[in-house]
């Protein structure tokens, strides 16, 4: 480096290690301080996109470049010389220019890109001196101490009991604990027992599935257009059963990507390969099928990418990829894998919705089934009747009687055929009372795929055969080249991304944000893992363990990271690690859409807890369907509200209609399901608290919370009080807290016990029936403090 | 998703956000990514005509059809445009000359159909694109490109970009409102979904907020019955003295957001049931809006009441009116639809445009593609259909920096390709935005890796529709 630029560099070097943590002294390291900076500078004209490659310069890999010469570029002054050009809307700030200044100088080695390098288990060592309880979590806190120690930071104390108990129900089974479980899992030897017990009960599988179900974009209608009901339950229902059976993740892979391929496939296999049905479907009068046949296929190919390999593969439909080494071939040659499936590109908008999108499955439907057996005799006798009359009238030996006969033959045969009309039109009815759900099938002969140019489905180019991207690993010869040998690819040992992407996602699950914190982006734009040495460590025992989920969740759970308070620092300003991406605390953060509600029907007693079955309709504000739906032609033009059990399910079992999913599922960031989707945001705005406080929902909910108070909580407005923080947040409250709500409890008393109607509209809100044993001033006060329970910070988040 | 928070440093962030959302002195608080420059319109209200309203009914004149009524459109003029299932079985394609009359007007002697008679009055404010241009055939792709960018769901929609990009004006308000209304005739409606005011990969935050005229103008703003304003508010205080307790102990900013989103949901309690009761406006203003203007949810009503979050600074007030799918009995349908939104519309106009509003306010009117010269269905000189048509069609703009009393580009006789200055919905869209004081190049979003934007990798600022 030449001397003069010196003393510029010192002073910028320091921003330089505070940016990247590259001390000057250190090894630069190509995949943590090289890479990031030209992927995002440069890649998009010099890098594998070879159509749009600029003066034949190719920065993702090393090769012949006068790299002088690139730096000279990027530190000439004239603006017009300078790289990246102004157009582009980059900069290089002074602490990249002096990274690849250090870069160039010690020799431009580089590394090929972390993720797809095959994951390693480092050694972990002995867990000694650490204080670290449980064997098999044990490493998982060394790796985290390890970053902790190298930043200066400290973890944070256990939390209490109590909160423990909380945090972990709401993070294994989206529910909060009853009381119940509460007071069984009251210690910190219950610990490793109450982790069991969660994972054993089957709401874990429900709470599970939602994750998976962005990912699959799941949902109950098709999306285009006049967005009518599809039937897919059937395929959500086998997603809960696989996580409370604890299916192996290869397994569960290999099922829902190719199941109908498998020997003799089962039922069940079938059934899971509704995966890949789940994309939206087009039933728009005047489409062109071929042009949504393509979407269909290529949102196949996305999904795949994203879940399993964490690869944003729609970047390279139109042209090479910009920043990652996956060619536009490799798209198409992904899609020759999902394109032979006999399906139409258009929805069939006469047919009803249980036939209208084939391949389907009918399922098993005993009551159905006898009732079309019954109909389908009745109408094989009507035909043997009109078969013998017409022996009958045909027969020469008869003729002298001929002529009549004939009257009341015809007469007869009329009378038959009307018979056998109606009965036709009961047969036809009665087959749409099966349920059906969406499958793939594979065509006996593969169609011709091609790389489609600009990834317009009328311009054909090359044709492919099915294939791998080829970066990575090549899948074993033995494997079949149909979606099966793809599902089995994945899920081989050789891949160096799926099992990266899956214990990614998990751990995103349990705290908040994963080790890479671009869940759907493990390319070269996506986010460096903040501990890549654990990331593998997990990735590798995941492998070994038989790609065994709950063990994995097991021992996230189990370590003494996940079990730290959530407290932040008393001065957050001062705080060096304000998004705990070292996690010297444990995460602190709002709950999810489903979750906030689950958690209220639970609290409030309201929660109908049955596993399963085709999709429910709660409350939804009245007009909003109406609003935005086509009335004419579409039976769901209005919102039929379920009655009864229907309106307390788990969210989960909530319609989805993709034009107009539950205003409350959006207001808590769930995704629209039309897109694969890896994670949500979690904003906070206004219009959640008019959700929390004025939907019928809440407010029913809170008078339920009102009634076990005031029945099950004791005489006295402390118990009572006591009684429902409990229930809601599985604790005691402080006194400063109860202070206040009790002061709430009598303020209201007073308040209703003098506008006694109020209280009375107050108790009418919802469907569930008033106690009417219940003296409506107190059930009133109560239920507004419910409703303050109900939208207190804590019990929006998980702490 | 990127860049959102829950995490401590962008809480922080969002927090100052919040705070300071009424200052408008210190709107670098909002900075995005974007470069921004002097605007000419501080916002935008967007009649979207849903459903593809007729160019050649409307606002594209070819006086040159009577002589072709029932002749096939030449091979030569269609050239190889692909067809909707709808119309891809005819065996004719007969041209359907307009049944209504144009006229001048003006004194830049714009021509404009009889069906809009008071939209006509403010020919000399509006810029007439007739060249409006898009890939998509049918209306779901159609509006989804036109609104968001791109044809799949799955991206914000403009008015999230610009509630990102520019925050909101008003403390007590969305940033992005969004109003639908549906036809007071018998016709087809298609449907509309909630992706084209969504926020795609954006937070959430910065959705639409759907909003009517009348007494639940917002989702969940209604207490429950038996709660009144005093109950609300102690109630209020109970949270917010709870939340604080559980700041002192857990420090999360997270929580302090919270205080403040409770906080601005009682704002909103107060302002917006004021703001939607449209019952104060004087009788005037009913007769000016028409007679539907009295009808909560009519386009008429929405027309007075975008006026209305137009002065109290909501940025992107957007209205849907639906049914304009006209595939048969055109003529009957696009008048009961001009009967809908002709007069509001100009009554909004004229209504801006005297209280000064609308040197700043950007009015987009038009649909998602146009449709065929050719009939669909049976022709006859009264009565006849059109399927969609992709290659061109007309909307205006007024106010906000757009060039007043003007007429952008042309199409071929049969209103069937465009001959001159050809503006795709992605022109549209960058040339809105530079209105609005932002480069459409550089308000991106970091998405699986990416660098998105409203107008993907396309869109020119069309600087000859500027004033």
């Keep these: 480096m030449p001397s003069i630029q010196l003393k510029p560099c010192l002073m910028l070097l320091c921003v330089a290690m505070s940016v990247v943590g590259a001390n000057a002294d250190e090894p630069l390291r190509f995949n943590r301080d090289i890479r990031p900076i030209l992927s995002d500078n440069c890649f998009a004209c010099h890098g594998p996109d070879e159509s749009n490659r600029q003066a034949e310069l190719r920065l993702d890999q090393a090769g012949d470049w006068d790299l002088n010469g690139l730096i000279q570029r990027i530190l000439v002054e004239d603006e017009a010389e300078r790289m990246p050009p102004s157009t582009s809307q980059k900069q290089l700030t002074d602490a990249q220019k002096i990274l690849l200044q250090r870069w160039v100088a010690a020799g431009a080695e580089y590394e090929p890109h972390w993720s797809f390098v095959p994951p390693l288990k480092a050694e972990t060592g002995p867990a000694v001196g650490l204080g670290l309880s449980h064997s098999s979590s044990a490493a998982i806190d060394q790796f985290i101490r390890a970053e902790l120690q190298k930043h200066a930071l400290k973890p944070s104390p256990r939390a209490s009991p109590a909160t423990l108990v909380r945090r972990v129900a709401l993070d294994l089974t989206g529910l909060p604990p009853t009381l119940d479980e509460q007071q069984r899992f009251a210690s910190e030897e219950a610990y490793e027992t109450m982790v069991d017990y969660y994972l054993a009960s089957p709401t874990y599988g429900e709470h599970m599935a939602v994750a998976w179900l962005d990912a699959a974009r799941y949902a109950d209608t098709n999306g285009y257009q006049v967005d009518r009901d599809r039937e897919l339950w059937p395929w959500r229902d086998w997603v809960v059963r696989a996580f409370n059976e604890n299916m192996p993740f290869d397994q569960f892979t290999i099922e829902q990507l190719a199941g109908d391929l498998l020997p003799n496939p089962t039922l069940d296999q079938r059934i899971a390969t509704g995966f890949h049905r789940n994309h939206m479907m087009n039933e728009e009068g005047g489409i062109i099928a071929e042009e949504f046949l393509a979407e269909y296929t290529a949102d196949r190919v996305e999904t795949t990418a994203t879940v399993w390999l964490g690869q944003t593969f729609n970047c390279a439909r139109c042209h090479d990829h910009k920043y990652d080494p996956f060619t536009q071939r490799d798209f198409y040659a992904m899609k020759a894998y999902f394109h032979n499936v006999p399906e139409r590109g258009v929805g069939d908008y006469s047919a009803h919705i249980r036939q209208n999108s084939p391949p389907f499955l009918k399922l098993s439907a005993p009551e159905v089934e006898a009732k079309l057996n019954d109909l389908r005799s009745q109408i094989k006798s009507i035909n043997e009747q009109l078969a013998a009359l017409t022996t009958l009238t045909t027969d020469p030996t008869q003729n002298a009687t001929s002529d009549a006969l004939d009257e009341t033959a015809t007469a007869e045969r009329a009378k038959l055929n009307e018979q056998l009309t109606e009965l036709n039109k009961q047969v036809a009815a009665a087959e749409t009372e099966i349920p059906t759900t969406l499958i793939m099938e594979e065509l006996s002969e593969a169609r011709p795929t091609y790389i489609l140019l600009r990834g317009a489905y009328d311009k054909p180019g090359e044709q492919v055969t099915a294939d791998t991207p080829a970066v990575l690993p090549k899948p074993a010869v033995e494997l079949p080249r149909n979606r099966l040998g793809l599902a089995q690819w994945l899920v081989s040992r050789d891949n160096p991304l799926t099992a990266r992407v899956t214990v990614n996602r998990f ?12 869940s759907e982006d493990f390319g070269a734009q996506g986010d460096l893992p903040s501990h890549p040495e654990l990331l593998d460590w997990l990735a590798v025992s995941f492998q070994e363990s038989g790609w065994n989920v709950k063990q994995l969740i097991r021992q996230l759970v189990m370590s003494e990271t996940y079990r730290q308070s959530s407290r932040h620092a008393s001065d957050p300003s001062q705080e060096s690690d304000p998004s705990n991406r070292w996690l010297a605390r444990a995460p602190r953060h709002r709950l999810a859409a489903e979750v906030i509600r689950d958690q209220a029907l639970a609290a409030s007693g309201l929660l109908v807890n049955r596993l399963g079955g085709p999709t429910v309709k709660p409350y939804h504000p009245p007009g909003l369907y109406e609003q935005v739906v086509n009335q004419r032609d579409n039976p769901q033009a209005t919102y039929q509200q379920g009655q009864g059990e229907d309106l307390h399910r788990r969210s989960l079992y909530t319609y989805w209609k993709r034009s107009v999913p539950h205003p409350a599922m959006m207001l808590f960031d769930a995704p629209f399901r039309e897109v694969c989707s890896m994670r949500r945001s979690r904003s906070n705005t206004p219009l959640q608290a008019l959700n929390l406080l004025n939907d019928p929902t809440y407010v029913e909910a809170a008078r339920c919370l009102a009634q076990r108070m005031i029945v099950d909580g004791g005489e006295t407005t402390e118990s009572r009080v006591e009684h429902g923080f409990q229930l809601l947040l599985a604790r005691r409250p402080e006194p400063a807290e109860l202070k206040i709500l009790t002061a709430a409890v009598e303020r209201c008393r007073q308040d209703f016990a003098n506008d006694a109607e109020s209280a009375t509209q107050l108790l009418t809100v919802g469907a569930t029936q008033l106690d009417a044993t219940l003296e409506p001033v107190e059930l009133a006060a109560f239920t507004a403090l419910a409703s303050t329970l109900l939208n207190l910070d804590e019990t929006l988040s998980k702490e | 998703m990127h860049h959102e928070p829950s995490l401590a440093p962008s809480s922080r962030r969002n927090w100052l956000k919040s705070l300071a959302i009424a200052s408008l002195t210190a709107p670098q608080l909002f900075a995005s990514p974007a470069k921004q420059f002097a605007p000419t319109a501080r916002r935008i209200i967007w009649l979207t005509q849903a459903g593809a309203p007729s160019q050649l009914e409307l606002l594209d004149y070819k006086p040159g059809l009577v002589s072709q009524f029932d002749k096939d459109l030449p091979d030569s003029v269609r050239a190889g445009q692909r067809l909707t299932g709808m119309t891809s079985g005819q065996t004719r394609f007969p041209v359907a000359p307009s ?10 002697g714009m021509w404009l159909s009889e069906l809009l008679p008071h939209t006509a009055k403010y020919a000399d404010d509006i810029c007439l694109i007739r060249s409006m241009h898009t890939e998509a055939i049918n209306h779901d792709p159609a509006m989804t490109l036109l609104q968001t960018g791109h044809q799949i769901g799955g991206r914000p929609s403009f008015g999230a970009w610009v509630s990102y990009g520019l925050g909101a004006e008003n403390a007590d308000l969305p940033a ?8 007071s005739g018998p016709t087809n409606a298609q449907p509309l979904h909630e992706r084209m005011w969504g926020s795609g990969f954006l937070p959430s935050k910065y959705q639409g907020v759907r909003m009517s005229s009348g007494k639940d103008p917002v989702l969940y703003l209604a207490d429950p019955p038996g709660i009144n304003k005093t109950r609300r508010r102690l109630m209020l205080d109970d949270i917010a003295a709870l939340n604080r307790l559980k ?50 949810g009519s386009y008429a009503a929405n027309c007075i009441l975008a006026r209305r979050l137009a002065e109290r600074g909501v940025r992107f007030i957007q209205l849907y009116h639906r049914g304009w799918d006209q595939h048969g009995n055109l003529p009957s349908g696009i008048k009961s639809q001009c009967y809908d939104t002709d007069q509001p519309t100009a009554a909004l106009l004229g209504e801006l445009k005297e209280r000064g509003m609308l040197e700043d306010t950007l009015v987009i009117w038009g649909g998602e593609f146009g449709r065929t010269v050719y009939s669909q269905g049976t022709l006859t000189r009264e009565d006849y259909g059109r399927d969609h048509h992709p290659r061109c069609f007309s909307v205006w703009m007024a106010g906000g920096g757009i060039k007043p009393g003007y007429v952008h580009g042309e199409t071929d006789d049969f209103s069937y390709n465009i001959v001159r200055d050809p503006m795709h919905t992605h022109d549209l869209n960058a040339t809105a935005l530079h209105l609005l004081g932002i480069d459409h190049t550089t308000l ?19 600087q000859k529709v500027l004033a």
């Design chain 1, 507 to 518: 751990w995103q699950q349990l705290f908040g944000a994963g080790l890479v914190r671009s």
């Design chain 2, 99 to 108: 049944a209504f009359r144009f006229q001048q007007h003006g004194q830049c």
């Design chain 2, 176 to 183: 992005f409102v969004a109003m639908i209304s549906r036809p």
């Design chain 2, 247 to 296: 700041f002192d102990d857990y420090h999360d900013p997270e929580i302090q957001a919270r205080i403040e989103q409770y906080e601005m949901a009682f704002r909103m309690q107060a302002t917006v049931p004021e703001l939607a009761d449209l019952s104060q406006e004087p009788a005037r203003i009913y007769e000016r809006y028409g007679p539907e203007s009295s009808k909560p």
């Design chain 2, 444 to 462: 991106t979003y970091r998405f699986q890796g990416r660098d998105y934007r409203l107008t993907d990798v396309h869109g020119q600022v069309v």
